[in-house]
């Protein structure tokens, strides 16, 4: 698997545990402090998430970090 395909799969991991949810990006963003962009380009898979990031998305989200890493 290509790293493109596999920051698209993380990010689609993370959109469909947020909105599980019932995070809107704006919200999830207000709430991470960070900027709705940067969900957006978390999700599209654009960004490279660090392993420390990753694992404050999943503590953020009450879930293990496996579920946002599952291939």
Same mark, same amino acid.
């Given at each position: 698997?290509?790293?493109?395909?596999?920051?698209?799969?993380?990010?689609?991991?993370?959109?469909?545990?947020?909105?599980?949810?019932?995070?809107?990006?704006?919200?999830? =963003?207000?709430?991470?402090?960070?900027?709705? *962009?940067?969900?957006? $380009? /978390?999700?599209?898979?654009?960004?490279?998430?660090?392993?420390?990031?990753?694992?404050?998305? =999943?503590?953020?989200?009450?879930?293990?970090? *496996?579920?946002?890493? $599952? /291939?």
């Amino acid at each position: 698997m290509q790293k493109k395909e596999l920051y698209k799969l993380i990010g689609k991991n993370i959109q469909n545990e947020r909105a599980k949810q019932g995070y809107t990006q704006e919200t999830f =963003a207000e709430l991470m402090n960070v900027s709705w *962009s940067y969900v957006s $380009k /978390i999700e599209s898979g654009v960004l490279n998430l660090s392993l420390g990031k990753i694992l404050e998305i =999943a503590d953020f989200l009450h879930i293990d970090v *496996s579920n946002l890493l $599952k /291939i």
